[in-house]
């Protein structure tokens, strides 16, 4: 959706400040930046990794685990033409594009600011733009050797459709009782004519989509209850609320199929923009998908003795946008101990390492082995598919606590010579947001951590 606010002066600091940092210290990389890059493509590093598979772990958690209604799912990124042709997308899947007749540069021509729009003026050059022409946003490939239309193929522009023509494998499978969804988190890209914003727009993305199906007569309270959900999500990850808006998308801006739809906006450090939607997609794709490929997708509900297909409620959120607003909301400048820091102070949910341990000093055989002995214990305890431990034993240690503020670990343990002296002695715990540092009994190390990390 468009609704987007203006950039305001001096917020593109915070975002170039940002974008170093993410490359500096692992987080993301510009795609192919060897070659001089290809525009709209980023490269994660461990760290964003990292943090991407927190965030993709929260959500299946929330709306698969935790849930009896919800199906997995996991479908081809290429899918037969036809599924293109009937969800509409070969027809109408496109942007307004301009392009300057002397410069060459292309634009979207929504995008435009109304000076360059009305004289119809190059915003770089100050050349004549061409008239406007839909330009439609999927890849095209073939599949195969023959490069015949038959073979035609493109690479998903949302993950959507391929739960949508899996909609009877799942009722023959598993027979489910309405209302139940489909889940499935996936690549999804789209030839956008103007890719911006650091991951905010890009051309190869992940999207993490429900197709919730409903009796018609329910779809109000369905809408009203994943309003509820995508708020929550939005906590889960560490978003403050008074950041997060919903703007309903008026009935004249409404995607093709889609009856109502609600944008949840973000502030973004360049402007309040689309994070997530939530659309009420009715029988629009069930519906196309039966009269394309001849095979009945209706639903027949038992207890009514009636057959009908099913409607939809689809909530689809943006990995990339949410690993954005996350990063952009916890990246920090601030003085700490009359020094300048800059640091990221990210939910521990969603932090790529959660703790980070040190001897105090290094080449002193007895304080790193017993710092890599709790550095392990940590591992086996906090480092379970949803981020890492650290351990790091080069340089001072406020040089050591600089480096893991800046990549947003919540707590850093320090070992020193007492811990290895005496049983049951105290190791350093160090927070990140205040500097603050507690002494914690060894014995109880992981239950505090346990405790702060929330889990
Ligand atoms: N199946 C519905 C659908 O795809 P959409 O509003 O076009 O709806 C859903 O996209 C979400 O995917 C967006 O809210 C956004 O988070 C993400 N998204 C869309 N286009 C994107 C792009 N070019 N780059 C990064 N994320 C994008």
Redesign the pocket.
């Known amino acids: 959706?468009k609704h987007e606010s203006k950039k305001k002066e001096g917020e593109s600091a915070v975002m170039e400040n940002m974008i170093s940092l993410a490359k500096r210290r692992g987080f993301i990389f510009q795609g192919s930046e060897i070659y001089g890059g290809l525009a709209g493509t980023w490269d994660y590093g461990p760290l964003g990794v990292a943090l991407k598979n927190n965030v993709k772990n929260l959500w299946w958690k929330r709306f698969v685990a935790d849930r009896e209604d919800m199906y997995g799912m996991d479908a081809a990124i290429l899918m037969n033409q036809n599924a293109w042709k009937a969800s509409g997308h070969v027809a109408g899947f496109s942007d307004p594009l301009v392009e300057c007749e002397k410069c060459k540069r292309r634009f979207r021509a929504d995008q435009l600011d109304a000076e360059a729009r009305e004289k119809r003026k190059c915003p770089e050059c100050g050349g004549k733009l061409g008239a406007e022409k839909q330009f439609n946003m999927m890849f095209k490939t073939h599949v195969g050797a023959s490069e015949d239309a038959a073979a035609v193929s493109y690479l998903r522009?949302?993950?959507?459709q391929g739960m949508f023509v899996n909609f009877k494998n799942i009722i023959d499978a598993f027979h489910p009782k309405l209302p139940f969804g489909m889940a499935q988190i996936g690549k999804?890209f789209?030839n956008?004519i103007a890719?911006r914003d650091f991951?905010?727009?890009?051309?190869e993305?992940e999207?993490m989509?429900i197709e919730y199906f409903v009796d018609p007569k329910d779809w109000k309270d369905t809408f009203e209850h994943f309003i509820r959900e995508v708020r929550a999500f939005t906590a889960d990850v560490g978003l403050p609320k008074e950041k997060v808006h919903e703007y309903e998308v008026p009935g004249d801006s409404l995607?093709h199929y889609s009856k109502r739809t609600v944008?949840f906006e973000f502030d973004y450090p360049f402007g309040k923009k689309?994070?997530?939607?939530l659309?009420y997609r009715t029988d629009f794709d069930l519906k196309a998908h039966s009269a394309t490929s001849g095979v009945d997708l209706s639903y027949y509900d038992e207890e009514a003795k009636a057959r009908f297909v099913p409607h939809v409620i689809?909530p689809?959120?943006?990995v990339?946008?949410t690993v954005l607003a996350v990063l952009s909301e916890a990246y920090r400048e601030d003085e700490l101990g009359g020094e300048k820091r800059v640091y990221l102070k990210l939910a521990p949910s969603v932090a790529p390492i959660k703790a980070a341990v040190f001897p105090l000093l290094k080449n002193k055989d007895a304080l790193t082995a017993k710092a890599r002995e709790i550095y392990q214990v940590l591992r086996k305890e906090f480092a379970k598919g949803s981020g890492g431990v650290e351990y790091d034993e080069v340089g001072s240690i406020g040089k050591r606590y600089r480096r893991q503020d800046e990549i947003g670990t919540p707590y850093c343990v320090t070992i020193d010579f007492d811990t290895i002296e005496k049983d049951g002695s105290p190791v350093t715990v160090r927070d990140r947001d205040t500097g603050t540092q507690e002494a914690i009994p060894l014995k109880d190390l992981v239950s505090f951590l346990s405790q702060k990390l929330n889990r």
């Open positions: 959706m522009p949302e993950t959507a999804a789209r956008e890719p991951i905010f727009r890009t051309r993305f999207q989509e995607a944008d689309e994070l997530y939607g659309a689809e689809s959120f943006g990339d946008r």
